[in-house]
DNA sequence: CTGAAAGCGCTAACAC
DNA sequence: GTGTTAGCGCTTTCAG
């Protein structure tokens, strides 16, 4: 019969069993003392009669771990931060640690805000993907707490990171839009205060230098990482002179956003402006125009990120992981499968 | 001088500050017994000189309640999913409260770990979107913690649930293609055994009958709730013969899924094809065309949710919002921005 | 207003 | 192989 309530605890498991608690506790923790197959058999019994469940917040403190991560965000609602989010809870799982989700609301505020309680909750370990470039590391630095930066941040002693070349995967995917012979590349970055944003222009400016495109820096639009962001910038290309033909968007979100913005001034993409783009994710693959597109190994991103917790010794830890560029219609160069010549 | 490692416990402080243990207690949480002014004000600054951070954990264990939340779902990575896993983020963060996310991975057996573990770590709350139609109620009534389900299950006593009248909803939306003169109007539902895809497809039948067209069963295409799936059910419809000028697709990222696959076939919505859809996001403002969408409102949903856990008293609440048609493009009875007549 | 002390439910020595 | 018990760090009652 079980419970009405969670109120059974381990000495009613015992009790019942006729054991002490220890026994109880050897068999649910397969240890650290043997027990007999028999008694063994009767604590299980028992545990079912009762339903009793072990309480994880008297066993954490017991033990010294919480089995819990933290990992905290700009904003679940943009779709690679919830495609990284998903990542990490599955391979979190598999290492049998749950995750307490600290969503900033692009608020800076209420990420400091998070970073306390996750600590003050011990968790296990931090994943972190600041707001904006002034992560607060020192907090989490002072508590101890392993961490994981999930995006780039100044090199510092003592914080682990994991990271893509992103000036390379720019120069790539910018080159690859200069090699169909655009010769004006805008870009929509952003905002310029964030190195990942600096980076991205970076590798934008190599790639005009090595294939000898003066660099125009009224090419670049700085916009948040959102669809709106994108949209704007669009907006604001469009306003100008010399609106170019190739255009590389820092996101997903911010491509989705350009791509409306000249939907409604009758530019269709790639037709009149190619178009490539940062982080996409499997959305990129069902937009029409599909996204041609950075992606990183994310996947593999999650299992090196739980391991550099588990394997925490106080240094920093930096891994980077290549990318790759994945072609779809947007810049151009591939059959397009939809055309203009319609019936239905 | 803060401590290098989180090891400062409350006696530390009390031992600097020259009090009790119970004093920096009472100082923390502001009561339940008052301090002295002078008291408290040397309680903060050793608090402030060693760097103390109060244990959750133990705070946990001795108040008995964490302060935390649980929060399950089929995916993550779904934005209809990642929206309302943002406002319930945010609005259990303003009572305080943390989240512990669940990410099932559409996996059922995951899901059902999951649960244990969040119910294990002692969650003062449970909010609950189950991968299926066979959520795992028993467990967490067994358990005696608070529970909302946050979709539609078989109305069961003693079970909280939020709800929008989806079958009003789909009468609603299918009425409002019925009304631009279609005769044949398909719907790409959920999973047939799923209890919002039977109200969807009901609301879409009723509709029919109320403007006298006939019902035909061939117009329903059962897919999951995926990009992938919409863009299989398109396929389908398309592959067979009388393909509907008019489509209901259950949620934003088959309509997607959809509106892929109709531009492989060089179909146009909305001008070959209408559509709307359930479920919509911020996605679906930016979306080329803009999709006609029945939208929630999330915000007020989650607060009410978390009233709910708040007020639980055992007993089932039931609480019904209103959902609110957001007109698009993709329905076609809106000046389409976007037409073919390009230059740039 | 402040201090002492009894738990909260469990882990893991340490005994036997 | 099993039982006893000292913590884990905190909240809160009960005495001063």
Redesign the interface.
């Known amino acids: 019969m ?6 059974v605890t381990r000495s009613d498991v015992a009790k019942l069993a006729g054991t002490s608690v220890a026994v109880v506790s050897y068999v649910i923790n397969n240890g650290p003392r043997p027990v007999a197959e028999s008694t063994r058999q009767r604590v299980l019994d028992a545990i079912r009669l009762t ?1 009793y ?6 066993r ?2 017991a033990s010294g771990s ?1 089995k ?1 991560y933290g990992l905290i965000v700009p ?3 943009n ?1 690679f931060v ?2 990284m ?2 990542v990490l ?2 391979a979190s ?1 598999d290492h049998g640690h ?6 900033a ?1 692009d608020d800076r505020q ?1 990420e400091l ?2 970073i ?7 968790v296990d370990g931090l994943f972190y993907n600041s707001v904006d470039r002034h992560p607060y590391i020192d907090v989490i630095k ?4 392993p961490f994981v930066m999930l995006d780039r941040v100044e090199p510092q002693p003592g914080v682990s990171m994991l990271r893509v070349d992103e000036r390379q995967a720019a120069f790539q995917v910018t080159s690859h839009l200069l090699s169909h012979g655009y010769q004006q590349v805008g870009i929509i970055s952003g905002p310029l205060d964030m190195l990942n944003a600096q980076d991205r222009i970076q590798g934008w400016r190599e790639a005009m230098a090595a294939h000898a495109v003066p660099v125009d820096e009224s090419l670049i639009f700085p916009a948040s990482y959102t ?2 962001g994108g ?1 704007e910038a669009a907006q604001r290309m469009l306003a100008g002179p010399g ?1 170019p ?1 190739a255009l590389f968007a820092s996101n997903e979100g911010q491509a ?2 350009a ?2 913005a000249f ?2 001034r ?3 993409v790639p ?3 190619a178009l490539v783009c940062f982080n996409g ?3 990129s693959a ?3 125009p599909t996204l041609t597109t950075v992606r990183q190994p994310l996947r593999d991103m999650a299992r090196c990120a739980i391991a550099m917790l588990q394997n925490w010794n106080g240094e920093a830890q930096l891994q980077e992981f290549p990318h790759y560029l994945e072609i779809g219609e947007s810049c151009g160069c591939m059959p397009h ?8």
Request: proline share 2%; glycine share 10%; aromatic share 2%.
């Open positions: 079980k419970q009405p309530s969670g109120k339903g469940r072990p309480n994880g917040v008297a954490a403190l919480t819990t904003n679940i609602g779709t919830a495609s989010a998903h809870l599955q799982l749950v995750m307490l989700l600290g969503d609301g209420r805000e998070l306390h309680s996750l600590l003050n909750r011990q002072a508590s101890g707490t669809r709106q949209y609106a033909r989705i956003g791509i409306r939907s409604e009758n530019i269709r037709q009149d402006v994710t499997d959305q069902f937009h029409v499968k939809e055309n203009n010549a319609t019936t239905i």
